[in-house]
Structures are given as structure tokens and as C-alpha cells.
């Protein structure tokens, strides 16, 4: 995990989104979480949310800190772990 400094970030937070709407991740819709022990960060909340298009998931992460982090994005269509991941193979 990457944490960036106030000063790395962008002045206007707006700026810094997905250029079309409908790839935007639904945050009104949890489709999964779980905790996971991170041996590196310790626990994590993980949530997995649709695209607003329903086409990309997206797992962010959240640590004790409140950090949260965007961990992957997938394409729907794959088979998926119970993280919610692309499985392998």
C-alpha cells in the first residue's frame, strides 16, 4: 500500500475520477466484505463494489487507520474468488 502526503494529492479532489460516469464504482451497493490479517498491514476490511454499468468490480481495502486503498478492478464477466477476484487459470 502506497499513502500519499496531503501535498501528492490533488488540490481539487474532483479531479481526481473516472472519466466516464457509469464506470464510477456504486458505493450505495456493498455486493461483498470480509476481514482479512494482512501479515504486512495487519487487518483489512475488504468490500467489493459494482460499477455503476454493473461491467468492472472493484475491492478496496481499509486498514485500522481508516486508510482506504482500491486494490483491484476486474471485468464482470470472470469467474470470481469470494474476495471477489478474477480466478486464475
Do not use: C
Request: proline share 6%.
Amino acid at each position: 500500500m502506497i499513502l500519499l502526503d496531503p501535498k501528492e494529492l490533488p488540490k481539487d479532489p474532483r479531479s481526481n475520477d473516472f472519466l466516464v460516469f457509469e464506470q464510477n464504482p456504486d458505493f450505495t451497493n456493498n455486493e461483498r466484505s470480509q476481514f482479512i490479517n494482512s501479515p504486512l498491514y495487519g487487518r483489512l476490511k475488504a468490500d467489493v463494489f459494482l460499477s455503476r454499468d454493473k461491467t468492472i468490480w472493484f475491492l478496496f481495502l481499509k486498514n485500522t487507520l481508516g486508510h482506504v486503498f482500491l486494490a483491484e478492478a476486474e471485468l464482470v464477466d470472470e469467474l470470481l474468488t469470494i474476495r471477489g477476484l478474477k480466478k486464475s487459470g
